[in-house]
């Protein structure tokens, strides 16, 4: 398969780091074990093939005793030597399958637990996330990569690995069995000895290679089906998290649209898909067809010349379907090496990006320790992902205690200095200079509300043991939401159960029980009625006198519980 190398070279940096980390040692001896068991039922079918030559000259002699001594404890053969009986055989192979399933299984479940939290604590440093989220670049839909891909990768990893493994002991162990089997043929008066071995590989060879000319098309098209998958769930994901906004603008025949026109790329990819997997299934099928008889085909004349008897006839076949099966491993796992040639592919893909956006971490406005006691922004210029410039050499200072407001058009920059001033956005240069020890707080127009109880929603990003309740109610009472007072302890969606007014309110009340040394809001209270907009300012001004807060508005009112009116106009920010 074209690529093979690099898929392997790919697949290596994806798993080694496990294979290297703290839990090596354990996963290591987890993965002997698992090998160790996988050789044993090898060894077991070598003994089969045995068993099944000294079965079927018991029935061929009409001899009963050896037919039931094979059956159950067993019996010395004049050949082979002791032989076990079938029921002992079949209940040790039971065991060891059982138990190299479990113990694989047990690995798989280790490897990907290990391998998911390693990804998402990558994705989560230096905000390489809300990089990738801005320019989706080298990467789509991580969520899907990191909880469908990994436990694929894993799983394909492990069963392909084992698989080959066990293809390989079967082609040592057998090979020689079927040697010993093999009468010697002459070609053009050339003694050819193990003809049968022979015969399997030409065999195999040629099905490994015309299943590669036509299958090769499947890496491809899976690696494109798992990622159209991926974008038609995340269009139903969006409808469910806005379904209010799609109920209000009656959208559904919109939203139909696009679900439509996702799904008719999934069902376009899938049909190709098909063409490819049928083109495959009618050649692997075939070729596992003939693979039936064709050992009894060459065997044959030996048989019928007397030269072997029914026994060993069957344990020809036996040996030369496992011999065959050994060399065509490529051919039965075609299609699963083209998904996880994709899976790798989309993993590697998505490593990159994540390294890429770690790389360019420093970029962007650099956040520093203050030598006074002021917020200072110095030289801070702006731009967009796509480098349009957006906002030139804004410079900016607020004492402690002082109120600052920012106002201009609507796509004028603000909310972007908004995000240099928390420090996450990644495109632009300049200094921004905050006071050591001081807990600055950033209240989006949309808050963030976190999964879990209201508790933790008021307390975020903070452990709600570190208030009161008295606090925690008295912060809920201020800002408005005296009836969540008594369900602090309630865990339900509140992103989804308040409304845009009311999850404004729970982010003031943030501000309002952890009293941040510095606050920054970006359209904070635009859900708002003018007045109620006015009580909560005039609190926040009241109950947080030391507290710089730079505010990013655009109605009048709020300027008067401001100290200073900047305006933002053509990238440029000066006072209004």
């Known amino acids: 398969m074209r690529g093979i190398k690099g898929a392997l070279r790919e697949a290596w940096a994806i798993a080694r780091p496990y294979w290297s980390s703290e839990e090596r040692w354990s996963a290591r001896a987890l993965l002997a074990v698992v090998v160790l068991l996988n050789l044993g039922l090898v060894g077991m079918n070598v003994i089969l093939t045995f068993w099944n030559r000294a079965f079927f000259n018991s029935l061929q002699d009409k001899d009963y005793a050896a037919f039931t001594q094979l059956l159950f404890l067993g019996r010395h053969d004049p050949e082979e030597g002791y032989l076990p009986g079938f029921c002992i055989v079949a209940a040790l192979f039971i065991i060891v399958a059982v138990a190299q399933i479990y113990l694989r299984q047990l690995l798989q479940i280790r490897w990907r637990r290990w391998l998911t939290a390693r990804l998402t604590a990558n994705w989560l440093h230096a905000r390489a996330y809300y990089r990738l989220s801005l320019t989706e670049t080298g990467t789509d839909n991580p969520d899907q990569r990191i909880a469908d891909d990994v436990p694929g990768f894993v799983n394909s990893t492990l069963s392909l690995g084992l698989g080959l493994m066990s293809s390989v002991v079967t082609l040592v162990s057998f090979v020689a069995v079927l040697w010993s089997l093999s009468d010697a043929v002459n070609v053009l008066n050339l003694p050819i000895p193990g003809y049968l071995v022979w015969v399997a590989l030409l065999y195999s060879a040629l099905g490994t290679w015309l299943t590669h000319l036509v299958g090769r ?144 971490a420093a970029e962007g406005p650099r956040r520093e320790v203050a030598a006074g006691p002021a917020l200072v922004a110095q030289d801070v210029a702006l731009s967009l992902p796509d480098g349009k410039p957006l906002i030139q050499d804004a410079d900016l200072t607020v004492q402690p205690g002082e109120a600052v407001v920012i106002t201009g058009a609507s796509g004028s920059g603000k909310s972007t200095l908004f995000r240099a001033l928390a420090g996450i956005w990644p495109f632009g240069r300049g200094t921004v200079s905050v006071p050591q020890g001081t807990e600055a707080l950033f209240l989006p127009q949309r808050p963030y509300i976190p999964e879990g109880s209201l508790r933790q929603a008021v307390a975020y990003p903070h452990d709600p043991s570190e208030y009161s309740e008295a606090q925690l109610h008295e912060a809920l009472s201020l800002a408005g939401l005296d009836a969540l007072g008594q369900r602090l302890d309630e865990t339900d969606n509140w992103e989804r159960r308040l409304s845009g007014g009311e999850q404004q309110r729970l982010a003031l009340a943030r501000a309002l029980l952890q009293k941040p040394r510095w606050l920054f809001l970006d359209e904070a209270t635009a859900s708002l009625d003018p007045e109620a907009e006015e009580r909560l300012y005039g609190l926040l001004r009241e109950r947080l006198p030391g507290t710089g807060i730079v505010s990013i508005a655009h109605r009048p009112a709020v300027a008067k519980f401001h100290d200073r009116q900047l305006r933002l106009r053509d990238g440029v920010l000066a006072p209004a």
């Open 217 to 360: 098309a499947l890496v491809p098209v899976s690696f494109n089906q798992q990622k159209l998958e991926a974008n038609f769930r995340f269009s139903l994901v969006r409808v469910r998290e806005h379904a209010e906004g799609i109920a209000l603008h009656h959208g559904e025949a919109g939203e139909e649209r696009v679900l439509g026109s996702r799904f008719r790329d999934v069902v376009a990819n899938w049909r190709a898909l098909m063409t490819v997997t049928k083109r495959l299934t009618f050649f692997t099928s075939a070729f596992g067809q003939v693979a039936i008889i064709f050992p009894f085909v060459v065997a044959a004349p030996a048989f019928f010349a007397g030269r072997i008897t029914l026994g060993a006839l069957t344990q020809t076949s036996s040996v030369f379907g496992q011999v065959q099966g050994a060399f065509s491993w490529f051919v039965d796992s075609y299609s699963a090496v083209a998904d996880w040639r994709a899976t790798v592919q989309r993993l590697s893909g998505f490593t990159r990006a994540i390294a890429a956006a770690e790389a360019h």
